[in-house]
């Protein structure tokens, strides 16, 4: 069921469009993910959810109510900041306590919430805090506490994990997906971090300059992008651009400075001439060291970088472009700076990309 | 030895406070003293501290002039009428102050150093030509009785001038910016995002500000009420040119003690109470501004 809908949304600071004709809706319990470089307009649409902002055109319903032009406070949403904004001059309790306490609900009532707010995020015993004796991560569960305290229809989180250190970064990411799992609301995460938006969502929405480029699950996203900007921004990404042509008896990318054309999927149906681009993720290229049997074009290690369990091995291709491999550190440890080798992949591994 | 490091730290912690001593502590003391000496004719007009009259060095200490603040009930009344109209022009400015404060933070960064400069504006000249200034508007024919005749509001001349009513407006003018600026200094501090939090939270704009500018606030309302009531109480240029007969203020009294009585002990000893008595709210305010800042 729709909880929140956006209807050509726009919003412009001065001559900046922040936010162009956006249109979105989210569905009730999901954990939707806004993902998009700084500046593209992504917490100005957070902004106008929440009411700090207004659009000068479109809508915004939730629940099927238009609060378009209803104050923050009069709307059943809630914010986490992406500095939390906790009042300094209130403990953590008293924090937590505030939203409530601005509605007619007895002392009691309150003081239950606010225990089974803080046994939600795991502070039971800091309710006596300030927020300045606190380390950063709790902060964020205080600050993740005192937003779903009035129990909202929808949770906007601003960059939830971007104020946290790496480790506890990823630990708090399944944290936030458990205690959404546990009470149900929605969640509506901007972040400009790809790996969060993927793992953290069950739908993600990309945006570019104000637009929305591209809506849909995290594998969507990442499988089949529709645009060069989402290909390139969700994951790394070796991309090919030239014009269709005919060759393997089926579509093949003919692209400059390269010997030979290029095997397209074969469910591409566009037409002979046309400019496209093909994207290929660095896990789908296979790396040998002799001339395979399939489709594979001759190339030298620039580099290899060690990432663990994966390697990223650099590839030089005829004209001096760079390819990235992902390949098991085991495997590339056979591979040395200077070597030549053959770089393939299976044609239906690619994407193919006309804007 | 003393290393570099070590000696530039005793450097700089030192200065502070041996120019404290030296320009604050050390006239506090020779204050002090004459406060504990009696009045006489002659230059200096006091009697000495130490004597040496062949039979050892004697000390020469009376209570007497404190003594007499504490009988004279002219003084008493002084200073609490000093107290009271140093509060009642504390409480104005912070009425005046903070919504002009709060307009400044609100407005615009482009217009808000024009509407800081014009807050400092008065400044620039004479605070006694300034207060002087006043008499021009307040005189019975003065710029403002003028005004309301002419308007046809009043029919005679209000008294203005020489009364209560010219103290507190020129304390209130005064210091004004005194209070102003803290309350600026410490409403521009405040993150924004808690004041959307709080909107967030369903806080409407007052509750808003209730629960969260005012008391995050209240750091900068300590230090423009200090900034205001310590120099109201001591004021004496004030009370001198715009009071009238029955204006009774500390500050009027120790001049009159120390210039028309030249009575040096007992200006003093006035003096020695005046800074006692400020001390002590100081200290209580200094000890709260503290707290503000760790929490």
Not at chain 1, 16 to 35: N, P, Q
Not at chain 1, 133 to 140: D, T
Not at chain 2, 219 to 239: H, K, Q, T
Not at chain 2, 241 to 255: A, E, Q
Request: hydrophobic share 50%.
């Amino acid at each position: 069921m729709t909880l929140l809908e956006l209807e050509g949304v726009s919003k412009r600071f001065g001559a900046v469009v922040a936010v162009d004709d956006v249109s979105l809706t989210i569905e009730r319990g999901t954990l939707f993910a806004l993902l998009g470089p700084s500046g593209c307009g992504k917490t100005t649409l957070l902004r106008m959810i929440a009411g700090f902002e207004t659009p000068e055109r479109g809508h915004i319903l939730i629940d099927g109510v238009d609060v378009t032009a209803l104050p923050p406070y009069a709307r059943p949403v809630n914010m986490m900041f992406q500095s939390y904004a906790l009042f300094p001059h209130m403990d953590v309790a008293g924090n937590i306590a505030f939203g409530l306490r601005q509605e007619r609900i007895d002392r009691r009532r309150i003081t239950a919430r606010v225990t089974e707010m803080l046994a939600l995020v795991q502070m039971a015993d800091y309710g006596q805090r300030r927020p300045h004796e606190l380390s950063g991560g709790q902060r964020q569960r205080v600050a993740l506490a005192r937003a779903l305290a009035k129990m909202p229809k929808l949770l906007l989180l601003d960059e939830p994990l971007a104020a946290l250190d790496r480790k506890l970064r990823a630990e708090t990411r399944l944290e936030l997906i458990g205690i959404q799992e546990r009470v149900g609301t929605a969640f509506l995460v901007v972040t400009h971090d790809q790996e969060e938006a993927l793992s953290m969502a069950s739908r993600l929405a990309v945006m570019n300059r104000g637009c929305l480029v591209q809506i849909g699950t995290p594998a969507e996203i990442y499988e089949q992008p529709n645009s060069r900007f989402v290909a390139d921004f969700v994951g790394e990404v070796n991309l090919f651009e030239g014009k269709l042509t005919a060759a393997f008896n089926c579509l093949a990318l003919d692209v400059a400075g390269l010997a030979r054309p290029i095997p397209l999927p074969s469910r591409t149906a566009l037409p002979q001439g046309t400019t496209a681009t093909l994207a290929l993720r660095p896990e789908k290229l296979r790396l040998w060291h002799e001339p395979p049997v399939e489709f594979a074009i001759p190339a030298t290690v620039a580099s290899v970088g060690y990432f663990g369990g994966v390697s990223i091995v650099q590839l030089m291709v005829g004209d001096g472009r760079l390819l990235k491999a992902r390949v098991a550190s085991a495997a590339a440890r056979c591979f040395t700076r200077g070597m030549a080798v053959w770089a393939g992949w299976s044609p239906d591994d690619g994407v193919v990309i006309t804007r | 030895m003393i290393g570099f490091g070590r000696l530039s730290r005793v450097v700089l912690i030192g200065l502070p406070f041996a120019w404290l001593g030296l320009f604050f502590l050390f006239p506090l003391l020779i204050v002090l003293r004459v406060s504990l000496a009696h009045s006489t004719i002659g230059i200096p007009p006091y009697t000495p501290f130490l004597t040496n009259s062949g039979e050892g060095i004697k000390i020469h200490a009376t209570l007497a002039n404190f003594v007499l603040l504490a009988r004279d009930d002219l003084y008493v009344r002084a200073y609490l009428g000093a107290l009271g109209n140093a509060a009642l022009a504390t409480v104005l400015c912070l009425v005046f102050g903070y919504p002009i404060a709060y307009a400044i933070t609100r407005t615009p960064g482009n217009w808000r150093g024009l509407l800081l400069f014009l807050v400092m504006l008065p400044f620039w000249t004479s605070f006694l030509i300034r207060v002087y200034a006043w008499i021009a508007i307040l005189k019975p024919n003065g710029l403002l009785n003028q005004l309301l005749i002419a308007s046809g509001l009043i029919a005679t001349p209000l008294p203005l001038l020489n009364n209560g009513f010219s103290v507190e407006l020129g304390l209130v003018y005064s210091y004004l910016p005194f209070m102003i600026l803290p309350l600026y200094g410490s409403l521009s501090a405040l993150d924004e995002r808690l004041i959307e939090a709080a909107a967030d939270l369903g806080a409407r704009p007052f509750r808003a500000f209730l629960g969260v500018t005012l008391p995050l606030s209240l750091p900068g309302v300590a230090a423009g009420s200090l900034l205001v009531l310590i120099p109201a109480i001591g004021e004496f240029v004030i009370p001198d040119l715009l009071g009238g007969p029955d204006t009774l203020m500390i500050g009027k009294v120790l001049w009159d003690e120390f210039f028309n009585n030249r009575d040096w002990p007992v200006a003093s000893a006035v003096a020695v109470v005046l800074v006692a008595a400020l001390a002590i709210p100081l200290l209580l305010a200094q000890r709260f501004l503290e707290r503000e800042r760790i929490a």
